[in-house]
C-alpha cells in the first residue's frame, strides 16, 4: 500500500529530478525490486518528482552494506556530487537496511540529507520531514526492521538445528574419503554433487556418503598409521605426499590437514554442527561443545568407531599429561622459533599440543599468547597466508583455463611466468590479493600490478576477510590502470569498482569462440 499525501514538489512548473533505491534479500520474495520500483514510480509521479536513476541490489542483505554495491555507489555518489536528483525514493524502511543499530540508517540518511538529498520513504505511514511525530515513527520502524531480521535468523538457526538431527548434511565440503548425496524430500538418493554444485530444489537435502574405494582406503591407512603404527601426524603427511596422494583440495597433505582427518566425527558418521557461528553477519564466535548440534550415527561410516576414539585418546592424552607449565614452554619454544603464533602454526608444530587443545586449556588462544608474551597487535598470520596462497595460485590458473575452454576458447600459459594468452589474441596476468585487517576493524587488499609482463587483463581475485575463500574479482584492464600498485577498501568508487565482479562469466564471455557460417 502506497500512502499518497497529497503533495506535489514541482520546480517552476517543471518535476523535480529523484532517483529510486530498491532492494530485496532473496530471489523468493514475492515483493521484488520491480514491484518495488512500479509502486515507488506511481508514488513519485503523484508527488511532481520523475524518477532519472535506479540504484538496485538484488538479492542482498540489508543487514550491512557489505556487498551492497547499489546503496554503496548512492552514497557514494551524493557524496562525490555527482547526483544529479535532489531526493532518493525507497519503498519503505526495511529496503534501506535492516541494521541492527538503528543509529546506523539513520546515519546514512544524514549523509544523503547533508549533502542536499531527501531520503523519502513511500509505503510507510509517516512523511520523512523531520517532525516530531515522523521521528518518533521512522525510528520505531527502524528498530522493527531490524527485529525482524533477528527474529528471522533465530527461526533459521532452529529450522537448520532440525534439519541435523533429522541427518542433513548444512553446508561445507564433504572432506576427503566423503562425498555428498543429494535427496529428495522422502530420503531417497537422486545423485552425488561435484564439487561446486548445490541443490536447486527447495525440499532437497543433502547427506554425507563413502567416497571413492581409493580415498577410503588412504583415510583408514591415516588412522592405522596413527593408532597402531604411532606415526604423528606429520610422518603421516609425508608419507602420503611421498606417494603422491594430494588432499580433497588438490594439494599436498601437511601435518594440519591429516589432524583434522583424526578428530572429525564425520568420519564415524556422526552430523556435528555449529561448532562455530556468524549471526546477523557479526563476529565469529567458537561455541562451546554444549552448544554443539548433533545428531550421532546420521550417516555411513568409514572409520570404525573404536579405533576413532583410540585416536582421539592418543590425542587428548598429548595435552592431558601436560601440565599448563608446560603446555605454556612448548608454546613459547614455537613463539621462538617462529617469531609469531597463530592457529595454523601450532596445529603445524611437532610435538605440541594443537591449538584446540590451548583454546581448551586456556579459555581461548589469546588467553595463552598473553601468558607467552605475545600479543598480536599485528597479524603475523600473512607468513602462513601468503604461503597458502601460493600454493593456490596454480589452482586458479587451472580453473580459469578450464573455464575458457569450456566456452568453447583457447588459453596457453607460459610455465616459466604464469601469463595466460587467450585465443591467441590478448594476454592475461593472475594475481591473488590477500585481504589484511587494520587496527581500525576494516579490510583492506593491496595489488601490485605486473609491470614487467604487461598484460591485456590483469585478473585480481580479492580473498575474503579470513583468507580461506574467493571474495570477487577485478578484471582489469592495461589501458586503463594508471598507477603500479592498487589499494582496495571494501567499497572504492566506481573507479574502480566497475571492474568489480562477483564471478568470471564476464570475462569468459570475452574468451568464447562463436561460429560464424561461411560466405557463400
Not at 316 to 340: C, F, P, W, Y
Request: one cysteine or more.
Amino acid at each position: 500500500m502506497v500512502i499518497d499525501w497529497g503533495q506535489r514538489a514541482t520546480h517552476h512548473g517543471r518535476r523535480l529530478r529523484a532517483a529510486e533505491y530498491v532492494r530485496m534479500s532473496t530471489d523468493h520474495q514475492e515483493f521484488s525490486t520491480d514491484n518495488q520500483s512500479v509502486a515507488i514510480r506511481a508514488y513519485a509521479d503523484t508527488h511532481g518528482y520523475e524518477i532519472v536513476r535506479t540504484y538496485a541490489d538484488d538479492g542482498k542483505s540489508g543487514l550491512n552494506v557489505d556487498g551492497r554495491d547499489a546503496f554503496t555507489k548512492l552514497i557514494d555518489d551524493i557524496e562525490g556530487g555527482r547526483a544529479d536528483f535532489s531526493a532518493i525514493f525507497v519503498y519503505d524502511v526495511s529496503r534501506w537496511g535492516r541494521f541492527q543499530d538503528p543509529d546506523e540508517a539513520a546515519m546514512y540518511e544524514l549523509r544523503c540529507r547533508r549533502a542536499g538529498v531527501d531520503v523519502l520513504y513511500c509505503a510507510d505511514q509517516f512523511e520523512n520531514d523531520g517532525s516530531i511525530g515522523s521521528s518518533i515513527v521512522k525510528t520505531v520502524k527502524r528498530v522493527m526492521a531490524g527485529a525482524y531480521s533477528h527474529d528471522l535468523s533465530i527461526k533459521v538457526f532452529a529450522g537448520q538445528a532440525n534439519l541435523i538431527r533429522r541427518g542433513f548434511r548444512q553446508g561445507g565440503a564433504a572432506g576427503f574419503g566423503l562425498r555428498r548425496m543429494l535427496v529428495d524430500q522422502n530420503g531417497e538418493r537422486k545423485s552425488r554433487l561435484k564439487c561446486g554444485e548445490h541443490k536447486s530444489i527447495a525440499t532437497d537435502r543433502v547427506i554425507l556418503v563413502p567416497g571413492p574405494e581409493n580415498e577410503i582406503a588412504i583415510v583408514r591407512d591415516i588412522y592405522r598409521m596413527f593408532v597402531e603404527d604411532g606415526r604423528p601426524e606429520r610422518d603421516i603427511a609425508i608419507a602420503l605426499n611421498a606417494r603422491a596422494i594430494l588432499t580433497d583440495l588438490g594439494r599436498p597433505w601437511t601435518r594440519g590437514t591429516v589432524h583434522q582427518i583424526l578428530i572429525n566425527e564425520k568420519y564415524i558418521g556422526h552430523n556435528v554442527w555449529a561448532r562455530t557461528s556468524f549471526k546477523l553477519k557479526r563476529a565469529h564466535i567458537r561455541n562451546k561443545p554444549d552448544n554443539w548440534v548433533r545428531t550421532d550415527n546420521a550417516f555411513e561410516p568409514i572409520i570404525d568407531e573404536n579405533i576413532f576414539l583410540r585416536a582421539r585418546a592418543i590425542i587428548d592424552v598429548r595435552s592431558e599429561k601436560m601440565t599448563n607449565e608446560a603446555m605454556l614452554v612448548a608454546l613459547k619454544s614455537i613463539l621462538e622459533g617462529h617469531g609469531q603464533l597463530s592457529g595454523i602454526i601450532i596445529d603445524e608444530a611437532e610435538d605440541c599440543p594443537s591449538s584446540s587443545a590451548y583454546r581448551s586449556r586456556f579459555g581461548s588462544l589469546l588467553r595463552a599468547y598473553s601468558l607467552v608474551g605475545f600479543s598480536p597487535d599485528r597479524d603475523y598470520r600473512y607468513l602462513e597466508i601468503n604461503k597458502k596462497l601460493r600454493a593456490l595460485h596454480p589452482t586458479v590458473i587451472n580453473e580459469i583455463i578450464a573455464g575458457i575452454g569450456s566456452v568453447g576458447g583457447r588459453a596457453t600459459r607460459d610455465p616459466l611466468t604464469d601469463l595466460m594468452t587467450v585465443n591467441a589474441e590478448f594476454t592475461v596476468s593472475i594475481a591473488i590479493m590477500r585481504s589484511i585487517l587494520t587496527s581500525a576493524g576494516t579490510v583492506r587488499w593491496k595489488l601490485r600490478l605486473d609491470t614487467a609482463l604487461n598484460p591485456d587483463l590483469t585478473i585480481a581475485t580479492r580473498m575474503d576477510e579470513h583468507n580461506e575463500r574467493t571474495k570477487d574479482f577485478f578484471l582489469l584492464p592495461r589501458l586503463d590502470m594508471r598507477e603500479a600498485v592498487l589499494r582496495l577498501c571494501e567499497h572504492n568508487g566506481l573507479s574502480l569498482d566497475a571492474y568489480r565482479f562477483d564471478t568470471l562469466d564476464r570475462f569468459y564471455r570475452m574468451a568464447a569462440r562463436t561460429a560464424v557460417p561461411r560466405a557463400a
